[in-house]
Nanobody
Framework: QVQLVESGGGLVQSGGSLRLSCAAS????????MDWYRQAPGKQREWIGV???????DYADSVKGRFTISRDNAQNTVYMQMNSLKPEDTAVYYC????????????????WGQGTQVTVSS
């Protein structure tokens, strides 16, 4: 079993910064792709970016240059540093991890975090 715990959301003024974390625990053999998504009220869930097992990263155009995704493989944690936040960044943010479990067998898994609210005031 693998569990995810997200943290770091909150209320911030426009132009401010926040850092989100998503920590995985349990029987983990390897974490491959670690994505971040967000969902604003009344809108579909939107992909924000990803970091793969080699550390390569990709971002949606809407956040490129403002958000930075990083990972700590020893801690099985993915981070997202969000700078120059705008009111339109207000949403619930989700991490989405894909990898392989260790016990009772090596098996692929994918898992969503519980979500963390980010609110940017103007």
């Amino acid at each position: 079993q693998v569990q995810l715990v997200e943290s770091g959301g909150g209320l911030v003024q426009s132009g401010g910064s926040l850092r989100l974390s998503c920590a995985a625990s349990g029987s983990i053999f390897r974490l491959d792709f670690m994505d971040w998504y967000r969902q604003a009220p009344g809108k579909q869930r939107e992909w924000i970016g990803v970091v793969d097992g080699a550390g390569s990263r990709d971002y949606a155009d809407s956040v490129k240059g403002r958000f930075t995704i990083s990972r700590d493989n020893a801690q099985n944690t993915v981070y997202m540093q969000m700078n120059s936040l705008k009111p339109e960044d207000t949403a619930v943010y989700y991490c989405y991890l894909r990898g392989y479990t260790l016990y009772p067998e090596k098996k692929f898994f994918d898992l969503w975090g519980q979500g963390t609210q980010v609110t940017v005031s103007s």
